[in-house]
């Protein structure tokens, strides 16, 4: 199994720009996360789906924050416009809901730098 | 809120010792805590996990020790090794799955 596979690895851009985060979850897992993790806030919930279905969103930090799941192998995560503040490294996990256990797998994550 | 946290946010630990990493956990309604580990520019990697009903779990060279009583838990490395340095984060389930800080563990040669 080739795991979580998120791209790009590295986007570098510029303050107002579209982001956009791709992630592919393990096949046969239903549950899909999207962490960010920076230095001062370490790793922060943004948003999960279960069987593509947005459950908690209460992280996504604003409105220019928004995630997608449009099928079961796939998920992305949209910065429009990007700022700043938003740098930082996104990773994207998937698990099987089987029940309260949730033994995440991570992917390499995105590091996102915007000027 | 809820919320996990770390006693010590780095851990320095000659080669061949053993390591204890210690967390506290907040929510009492957890009953599921998992155990992970980040090594530079890679995703967090699952080590172990414990669920509300054990007091101890044990894996390959590592053992993770819950303490429902004062909502506490640990990770034991025995005969640490340079690969074990990393950052060991610790995590409860709910309200939903958190994360704490995070613990730096260095292995000195």
């Known amino acids: 199994d080739a795991g979580v596979i998120q791209s790009p690895r590295h986007e570098v851009t510029e303050m107002g720009q579209e982001v956009t985060l791709r992630c592919k979850p393990i096949?046969?897992?239903?549950?899909l996360f999207w962490y960010r993790q920076t230095m001062m806030r370490g790793l922060e919930l943004l948003i999960y789906?279960?069987?593509?279905?947005?459950?908690?969103d209460s992280g996504m930090p604003e409105d220019r924050f928004s995630a997608k799941m449009p099928n079961a192998s796939f998920s992305t995560l949209k910065i429009q416009p990007s700022e700043p503040r938003d740098s930082a490294v996104y990773f994207c996990?998937?698990?099987?809901?089987?029940?309260?256990?949730?033994?995440?797998?991570f992917g390499s994550g995105t590091q996102l730098s915007v000027l | 809120g809820e919320s996990v946290g770390l006693h010590l946010p780095t851990l320095s630990v000659q080669e061949g010792d053993n390591s204890i990493i210690n967390c506290a956990y907040s929510?009492?309604?957890?009953?599921?805590f998992i155990w992970y580990k980040q090594e530079s520019g890679k995703g967090p990697q699952f080590i172990i996990d414990?669920?509300?009903?054990?007091d101890k779990r044990q894996g390959q060279r590592v053992t993770v020790l819950l303490n429902k009583t004062v909502k506490h838990l640990s990770l034991q490395i025995a005969a640490t090794q340079p690969g074990d340095s990393a950052v060991y984060f610790c995590?409860?389930?709910?309200?939903?799955?958190?994360f704490g800080a995070g613990t730096t563990v260095t292995v000195r040669a």
């Open positions: 996990a998937s698990t099987i809901r089987g029940g309260r256990g949730e033994k995440l797998f």
């Open positions: 096949s046969g897992h239903n549950s």
């Open positions: 789906f279960n069987n593509n279905v947005p459950i908690d």
């Open positions: 929510n009492s309604a957890s009953d599921y």
């Open positions: 414990i669920r509300s009903n054990m």
């Open positions: 995590a409860e389930n709910l309200p939903k799955l958190s």
